[in-house]
């Protein structure tokens, strides 16, 4: 299944959830996402890779992850147990003014990296991202 982008992550995402996510406004430029998965009936296990980035589509500009929470980094794994929910928030570094169409790639010497493409940019720089598997 390929990563969707949330437009109304109220409908997905709990109330309680979104509360806890206004901690990470962005105030320097930064650019927030927040990963939302959905388990089936199978666990799943993810982490991220310090080589995800932001790619800006018109550009050779390239944003670097500063920071996550609530997921594992590359070498340890985050189990996300069966018909549960888990949101995640990423960090990068700011993209460029003239941006208007990014894309989030992780950059992995293996198969299934996260990678969600045409992401268009909004105001806030904060984006809701969907990564569920089923």
Same mark, same amino acid.
């Given at each position: 299944m390929t990563p969707a982008i949330i437009e109304k992550p109220k409908t997905i995402i709990s109330a309680d959830t979104l509360k806890s996510l206004e901690n990470y406004t962005s105030t320097e430029g930064q650019v927030i996402v927040h990963g939302y998965c959905k388990t089936g009936v199978? !666990?799943?296990?993810?982490?991220?890779w310090p080589t995800t980035y932001l790619y800006d589509q018109h550009s050779d500009h390239r944003c670097d992850l500063l920071y996550f929470e609530k997921i594992s980094g590359f070498p340890s794994w985050t189990l996300v147990p069966a018909h549960t929910e888990f949101v995640f928030t990423l960090i990068f570094?700011?993209?460029?003014?003239?941006?208007?169409?990014? !894309?989030?790639?992780?950059?992995i010497p293996q198969s299934n990296g996260f990678s969600v493409p045409n992401i268009l940019r909004n105001l806030s720089d904060v984006y809701y991202l969907d990564f569920s598997t089923e």
């Open positions: 199978s !666990d799943m296990y993810i982490r991220i570094s700011p993209l460029p003014k003239s941006c208007i169409l990014f !894309d989030l790639k992780e950059v």
